[in-house]
């Protein structure tokens, strides 16, 4: 079973610019979520799909982060304009309904 | 008070030891619990999974709950070096609000 896939896995930015993330989650997770996870720190939940619904996205800086999941399969999560704390470590995760996560790689992101 | 506390570390023990790791919540709402193993450059990978309270053993690791208390651990018996790695606890209510605690960063020393 092939896991949960991320792009990129690395991006440099300048403050103030735009960047886009890509995941594709294991083939029949209804679920999708997306993390940020910043050095010495456990991920912190931005945005949780169920199909392409959003459940929660509490902790979504909305006034910057912005995320889809189109025909509930692939999802993208876009920071603009970006800021010096966005700095970490994004994790795309999948499950089945009210089961385990499984997660990606990541994409680790640098803005200077 | 944070929502999810967990001793940061970093723990070494020998080869061989067991290994006991700890997290403390204050939601008593939390009904799913889970331990992730991270090393370093990679995503979490899920160690354990448990629903409500009581121990779920998987080879040379258990996990604990206790939600009277509101305290999980998991224990890792004939840790090996390979088990050096960020250790994460995480909760959840229905399948949602999942919460992580910080890590605790474990050395097994060969």
């Known amino acids: 079973e092939a896991g949960v896939a991320q792009s990129p896995r690395y991006k440099i930015i300048e403050k103030r610019q735009s960047v886009a993330f890509w995941c594709n989650p294991i083939?029949?997770?209804?679920?999708l979520y997306w993390y940020q996870q910043i050095l010495g720190q456990g991920p912190k939940l931005l945005i949780q799909?169920?199909?392409?619904?959003?459940?929660?996205d509490s902790q979504l800086p909305k006034d910057r982060f912005s995320a889809e999941r189109l025909k509930g399969v692939d999802s993208t999560l876009k920071i603009q304009p970006a800021k010096l704390e966005d700095s970490a470590v994004y994790l795309c995760?999948?499950?089945?309904?009210?089961?385990?996560?499984?997660f990606g790689p990541g994409t680790r992101l640098t803005v200077t | 008070q944070k929502e999810v506390e967990q001793d940061p570390g970093p723990l070494s023990v020998p080869e061989g030891a067991i290994v006991s790791l700890n997290c403390t919540y204050s939601n008593s709402a939390f009904q799913y619990f889970m331990w992730y193993r991270q090393y370093s450059r990679k995503g979490p990978e899920l160690l354990m999974y448990t629903y409500s309270s009581g121990n779920k053993e998987d080879g040379r690791f258990t996990a604990q709950v206790d939600k009277s208390s509101k305290y999980i651990s998991l224990f890792i018996r004939d840790s090996q070096p390979s088990d050096s790695a960020t250790y994460l606890c995480?909760?959840?209510?229905?399948?949602?609000?999942?919460?992580f605690g910080p890590g605790t960063r474990l050395s097994v020393l060969p």
């Open positions: 995480a909760m959840s209510y229905y399948g949602q609000n999942f919460v």
């Open positions: 799909f169920q199909n392409n619904g959003v459940v929660d």
């Open positions: 083939s029949g997770h209804a679920t």
């Open positions: 995760a999948s499950s089945p309904p009210l089961d385990e996560q499984y």
